[in-house]
Nanobody
């Protein structure tokens, strides 16, 4: 089992920044890909960014340049730095980890961007 706990969400004005953290615990050896997804009201959950254990990253096209995903393998933590936030970034952000083909999810952290 893998437990993922997100933190760092909150209310921010448009143009502001937030840094989300996701701490992984449990049977985490072997986790390769970790990612951030978001679920906005009325929309489907979508991938925001992902990072491999080796540091390779992938971003959804619209967020590349504003968002940066990083990973501290020693702390078993993945981060999402979000800059120049827009109201349309408002969503619940979820951390995801893939271990031997099985996906694990955190409970999410709410990000609200006011205009």
């Amino acid at each position: 089992q893998v437990q993922l706990v997100e933190s760092g969400g909150g209310l921010v004005q448009a143009g502001g920044s937030l840094r989300l953290s996701c701490a992984a615990s449990g049977n985490i050896e072997g986790i390769n890909l970790m990612g951030w997804y978001r679920h906005a009201p009325g929309k489907q959950r979508e991938l925001v960014a992902a990072i491999s254990s080796g540091g390779s990253t992938k971003y959804v096209d619209s967020e590349q340049g504003r968002f940066t995903i990083s990973r501290d393998n020693a702390k078993n933590t993945v981060y999402l730095q979000m800059n120049s936030l827009k109201p349309e970034d408002t969503a619940v952000y979820y951390c995801q980890a893939n271990l031997y083909g099985m996906d694990y999810w955190g409970k999410g952290t709410l990000v609200t961007v006011s205009s």
